[in-house]
């Protein structure tokens, strides 16, 4: 019924940036929170930034102040710009979302397949 779609990981560079979007497609009522995850190799799975429905966002101390959560409610879409990119940022990095698909009477949570992020020194 629904699905995540991510794209634009890729390979950055140290101190460069990366912007990578989901798009939830199917039938959808209405998006509660949207969020990205990453796992790095070895490590667990580990939230980094959310977004509300109303635009309030949080993120994990290592990314704060330099990626940037956002969404555009009108697209189902949600982007995670990503600056000032270290080799510590590379993971493959999931889109998360609360939906309410269409009749449905409550939100239940969808995932991304996943979208690698390679940072070189």
């Known amino acids: 019924q629904v699905q995540l779609v991510e794209s634009g990981g890729g390979l950055g560079q140290a101190g460069g940036s990366l912007r990578p979007p989901c798009a939830a497609l199917?039938?959808?009522?209405?998006?509660?929170?949207m969020a990205w995850y990453r796992q790095a190799p070895g490590k667990q799975r580990e939230l980094g930034a959310t977004?509300?429905?109303?635009?309030?966002?949080k993120y994990v101390d290592s990314v704060r102040g330099r990626f940037t959560i956002t969404r555009n409610n009108a697209k189902n879409t949600v982007y995670l710009q990503m600056n000032s990119l270290k080799p510590e940022d590379t993971a493959v990095y999931y889109c998360?979302?609360?939906?309410?698909?269409?009749?449905?009477?409550?939100?239940?949570?969808?995932w991304g397949q996943g979208t690698q992020v390679t940072v070189s020194s």
């Open positions: 977004i509300s429905s109303g635009g309030s966002t």
């Open positions: 199917g039938s959808i009522s209405s998006i509660n929170a």
């Open positions: 998360n979302a609360r939906v309410v698909v269409t009749f449905a009477l409550s939100a239940r949570d969808y």
